[in-house]
Each structure stands twice: as structure tokens, then as C-alpha cells.
């Protein structure tokens, strides 16, 4: 199991402190530069590992620094404390995002993102919560990080906690029959405290969602499972931090986050070929140039 | 309220699974339970009226099923997510793989009416694949409880357990095996007789049929050394190889398939560590025809009969 840093922790909890003072367009402004940091993470741990999901991971990069830089309850240096809020990536195959936004925010050092998917490396391709602090529960076949969000957020409610429970799921992720099982036990318990957010990148691996297996009308499904529906621009962080806040309706949030897969490298943008596709060296420079 | 044992009566380990679950629960707020439409098949109507709040129903939704006991494990609770066998370890193998086993949470998964427990509903509600799925799964404990006593055990046992276990519940009349107070421990046999000439291991169902055929054979001057062996995954490797040296032969005996379940586990070590003759019964690799319990197990010969028939084999080879 990997260990915080703690002076990346103190950072961070300094940065978040300062934070809460902040007016949101300053808050988004910050969330943004955090967010440039994280896809550079990204693309060098995938050029050093010759592997990754590389456009989900850029993707899905904008919630992820919004959720632990601006709204969970969490403290990088006791990971699991009992009282924190409850984060899972349902969309393993991300990993490498996550790790990235982990380790910016002190979980563990940054130096380890150096050793992703090398062998024996605690970060696996796919994140596994026995071996780094910060996941909730380990995932990579889709479908899976849901319903475990689902029995979190339930777990608060029997025992009457206040902690919230977030989860991010793929938007071809939907297609797998487990998350809407996971959808209807949310909606008939009643968990405002749980928020799904749908990286709605419309594209998964060999073709658009919607030529695969379509998902629309996405919000109408969600709304027609009981759910709260929120539509977010996935990177503008000023809409995620409000699409993020608490239920209004006692029912739980479904945020659709429309995002671009392979967002902030012009060349990896919208392209299904870039799924799983790992950048040439002169490919690694142009996209650091473009992450500035 | 504890099931009372009377000599020579049957019991469905129903009823001792649930008077152990509403007694921890009374003990322990986190014991919760997860179910699947199963309330009634799982004999927990009392447990829903006594802590309604602590009954989650997920519907018929398995998958959902086990990764819901997995999120309440993660946040403080004690899941015995309960389901008919069948469905918990056919539609939930990779939730059970991933969300509780590989994530290391500790969920308790209690397979319900396993086995051929439901005959007449046929090979769809068989859970007789459950035990070599479940053995192949790391980081899974696999108890096989014989009886009310172990069943009760054994759901003692994994509310304490640090790791996810799964807990096969018997529903087929079993008469009572094991004395009172035996313990119960991952990786730990029970002698239920003594013998020298051939060992037979059996669980669940099949221990008090091995336990009648070594009388059987008593009378006719061979010497069984019968085993409860309650857990395949962590198995007692001593007890296997103890028996291997000390005895002729080792017959194994399950109400599961023979393609990856007790006697499987049993041929490995054998077979790469002191091999001896073995016979291995079970449900041979097929679908079983129309039939109630008690005839599926009299046709695939899992009967005291079939054991000593097995037993004799053995001895008359050696």
C-alpha cells in the first residue's frame, strides 16, 4: 500500500482551506490550472508505460480535479477515515487520471506515477484499493463501481452519516446492464446522498456510443429511474461545481457531464482511434506544448 | 431462539442460519443483510420484522446484489449478502471476483438452497457449479457447513473474518454431525471417525452419509476414517496428507460437480505431494434429469451406499 506525502498533503490542504474563500470564477480558475497538471501527468505516465486509456483519461480529467479539489470531504494523509466522502472511478480503465489527480493532491508522492503499469508497480492499469490509497474499491470490468457507490451511499444512510458518496461512470459503460440495477435500488432508497456523473464523451472503443449501442435520450432514462438529472458542460468547472452540489429533491444526482474525449490535445480530440492509442515521441512533445 | 437438536431428525440449516444472523445482529449493529427477492428463501421474514432497517432488498438484480454488500462493507457494515446459490455464484461470479474478493472487502456471501437442493426445478436452480467457481477465485474463503451446528458457526465465524468468505447453506434435511462446541476454523478438518484403511471427506450434505457408510463398513471390518472437511478454500493440507500416509486411499464426497470442487482440491495435493488411489464422487459433468433432491442424490449415488461401494473398491484394489 502506497503512503501519503505528507508535505504534498499539507499542499493540498492549505490549497483547499484558501480555496473555500474564493469566489467560484477564481475557484475554476485554479481547478483549471490543477487539471493542466494532471493531463501532463497523464500523457508522460502513458509515454513512460507505452500503455493507457489515453483518451478517457483526458476526458474524464476536468471532473476528477473538480471533485477532489473542490468538493470531497477527504483527507489524502488518513484515507480511510470512516466519516470521508466516498469516491469511485466505475470507469477503471482511467486509471491513470486518477492516479495523477491523487498524487497532486499528496495521497501518495508524484514520483510513483513514474512506475505506472512497470512491473510490481502498485499502480496497476486498473486501480485496485489494496495498494493505493484513495481508491474505494477496485474496478476495470465496467459495471462494477456502481452498485458498490450504491451500497456506500446506503451504508450512510442505515447508519445515519453524513458523508456523500460520488461515482463516475463511462457513458458505453451505460450499456452494461449492472448500473441500471444500481440506478433503481438508488432511486427506491431514497440516496440524495449519491451522485453518479456520466462522462459523456460519446465515443467508447471501436465507435460513437450512439452507433454502437445508443444511449440517448440519456437524461430522459435517468429521470425516468427516479433520478435528479443535471447537464454540465464536463469542463467548465465553475458548472461542475454547481452541478456538484447536494439533491434538491431528496432523490439522488445523475450529473451528464458532456466532455471531449481526448480533451486538451488538438490531434487526440474526438478520435475513436485514440481510445487506447499510445503517442509517438514527437506526438508526447507536441500534446506538452499544447498542456500549458 | 436456537434450533434444538434432536437425535436422529433432519434439518433444513435454514432456520440455524437465520437464528445466528438475528442473534448477531441483536449483538452487533453493523450485521446487515443484502438480499435478492430472497427474503422468503432465505428464511429472513423474522430478521425483516425484528430490524427492518438492516434488510436490504435489492430485488432480482444479482449483480447489484453483491456489489451493494461490497459498498456497505466499505462503509462500516457487516454484509451477509444471501441468495439462492445458483444465482449468487452464476449471475455475480465477476462482482463476486473483483468487488469483494480481489478488492479485499470482507463480504459474506451465503449461498442458499445449493447443490440439487431445488430438484424438481431442474439444472437451472442446481447450484452444483458454485463450489469449483468459488474455489478458483483468490483471496475467497469456501465453508461448506454439515449441519445446524456448523451452519450457526460458520455464520459466526464470518461476521469475524477479515476477508470475504462464501458460506454454503444447506437446505436439504441434514441430520445433526457435529458435537456441540466444535470448533470452527478456516483450514481445520473434523475427525468424525477413526479408521486406518481408506479415509473418506466429505462436506455438507455428505458428511452424515459418510459417517453411515463408515458404520456399514464397521460390520464388515473396514476401518473408515471419516472427515468433515467444512472448508475447501483454506482446505486442512495436514488432515489431506495425514490421511494419504496413514490410510490406503481417500474417497472424497460432495453434492457439487467433481470438476473443480472438494475432491479436486483434494487430487491436487494428493496427487503432487504423497499420491494414493482415490475415488471421487460428486455430480459428474452433466445436467441432471428431473428428480426430487433425495432422487438426484440416489442417482448420482451420493448416498451411504455409493460411499461404501466406493470405499470397498478401494480396499479390494489395494
Redesign the interface.
Known amino acids: 500500500m502506497l503512503t501519503a506525502d505528507p508535505d504534498a498533503a499539507a499542499r493540498y490542504r492549505a490549497w483547499r482551506d484558501q480555496a473555500a474563500g474564493l469566489g467560484t470564477s477564481d475557484r475554476a480558475t485554479d481547478l483549471a490550472r490543477l487539471a493542466t497538471e494532471v493531463r501532463r501527468s497523464v500523457i508522460t505516465m502513458i509515454d513512460g508505460a507505452q500503455l493507457g486509456h489515453i483518451g478517457g483519461d483526458l476526458s474524464v480529467t476536468d471532473i476528477l480535479v473538480t471533485l477532489f479539489g473542490a468538493v470531497l470531504d477527504v483527507d489524502p494523509e488518513d484515507p480511510r477515515r470512516?466519516e470521508r466522502d466516498?469516491f469511485i472511478l466505475s470507469k477503471g480503465h482511467c486509471a491513470a487520471s486518477l492516479y495523477a489527480t491523487l498524487a497532486h493532491c499528496g495521497y501518495f508522492p508524484k514520483s510513483e506515477l513514474a512506475t505506472f503499469m512497470a512491473p510490481m508497480s502498485a499502480l496497476n492499469g486498473h486501480p485496485?484499493?489494496?495498494k493505493v490509497p484513495g481508491v474505494?474499491?477496485?474496478?476495470?470490468?465496467l459495471?462494477?463501481g456502481?452498485?458498490?457507490?450504491?451500497?456506500?451511499?446506503?451504508?450512510?444512510k442505515?447508519?445515519g452519516?453524513s458523508w456523500r458518496t460520488f461515482v463516475v461512470l463511462g457513458d458505453g459503460e451505460l450499456q452494461e446492464?449492472?448500473n441500471w440495477?444500481?440506478a433503481?435500488?438508488a432511486a427506491?432508497?431514497d440516496l440524495a446522498s449519491l451522485t453518479a456523473i456520466v462522462d459523456r464523451n460519446r465515443l467508447q472503443q471501436g465507435a460513437p456510443t450512439e452507433e454502437t449501442k445508443r444511449l440517448e435520450p440519456l437524461a430522459e432514462k435517468w429521470a425516468g429511474f427516479g433520478w435528479e438529472v443535471r447537464d454540465v458542460d464536463g469542463h467548465d468547472h465553475e458548472g461542475l461545481l454547481a452541478a456538484l452540489r447536494p439533491s434538491e429533491t431528496g432523490r439522488p444526482v445523475a450529473v451528464i457531464a458532456h466532455t471531449v474525449k481526448g480533451k486538451g490535445v488538438s490531434f487526440i480530440e474526438n478520435r475513436v482511434e485514440w481510445h487506447h492509442k499510445v503517442p509517438t515521441a514527437a506526438q508526447v512533445k507536441a500534446a506538452l506544448e499544447e498542456l500549458t | 431462539m436456537t434450533t434444538e437438536l434432536v437425535p436422529d431428525t433432519t434439518y433444513d440449516c435454514r432456520q440455524a442460519f437465520a437464528d445466528e444472523l438475528m442473534a448477531l445482529a441483536a449483538e452487533d449493529e453493523r450485521v446487515i443483510v443484502v438480499c435478492n427477492d430472497s427474503v422468503g428463501s432465505s428464511n429472513l421474514v423474522e430478521f425483516k420484522k425484528r430490524f427492518p432497517d438492516r434488510l436490504i432488498n435489492v430485488g432480482i438484480a444479482e449483480q447489484d446484489l453483491v456489489g451493494v454488500g461490497a459498498g456497505l462493507a466499505n462503509g462500516g457494515f457487516i454484509p451477509f449478502v444471501s441468495a439462492a446459490g445458483p444465482f449468487l455464484t452464476g449471475r455475480a461470479t465477476e462482482q463476486i471476483k473483483t468487488d469483494a474478493a480481489y478488492s479485499g472487502v470482507p463480504v459474506i456471501l451465503c449461498g442458499q438452497s445449493p447443490g440439487m437442493a431445488y430438484g424438481e426445478l431442474g439444472p437451472t436452480h442446481h447450484s452444483i457449479e458454485d463450489l469449483s467457481w468459488m474455489r478458483a477465485i483468490a483471496d475467497l474463503a469456501v465453508a461448506v457447513p454439515a449441519d445446524p451446528e456448523q451452519t450457526r458457526a460458520a455464520v459466526r465465524w464470518a461476521a469475524g473474518f477479515s476477508g470475504p468468505a462464501y458460506l454454503r447453506i444447506p437446505r436439504f434435511k441434514v441430520p445433526a454431525v457435529t458435537p456441540e462446541g466444535t470448533p470452527f476454523e478456516p483450514g481445520r478438518a473434523i475427525r468424525l471417525t477413526d479408521g486406518d484403511d481408506v479415509t473418506v471427506m466429505a462436506i455438507g450434505t455428505l458428511v452424515s452419509r459418510a459417517v453411515e457408510a463408515a458404520r456399514t463398513l464397521r460390520a464388515e471390518g473396514i476401518g473408515v476414517r471419516v472427515l468433515n472437511m467444512t472448508f475447501i478454500e483454506p482446505m486442512d493440507v495436514d488432515a489431506v496428507l495425514s490421511a494419504a500416509r496413514e490410510t490406503g486411499g481417500i474417497v472424497t464426497a460432495e453434492e457439487a460437480t467433481t470438476t473443480g470442487g472438494l475432491g479436486a482440491a483434494v487430487a491436487t495435493t494428493v496427487a503432487q505431494h504423497h499420491p494414493v488411489p482415490m475415488r471421487i464422487l460428486g455430480v459428474p459433468r452433466r445436467f441432471a434429469p428431473t428428480g426430487s433432491a433425495s432422487f438426484l442424490l440416489e442417482y448420482f449415488g451420493l448416498t451411504a451406499d455409493g460411499i461404501a461401494a466406493a470405499v470397498r473398491e478401494l480396499v479390494s484394489a489395494g
Open positions: 470512516p466516498r485496485n484499493r489494496t474505494e474499491t477496485n474496478t476495470g470490468p459495471g462494477h456502481f452498485p458498490v457507490a450504491v451500497g456506500c451511499a446506503l451504508a450512510a442505515v447508519s452519516a446492464g449492472s440495477e444500481a433503481m435500488t427506491h432508497y
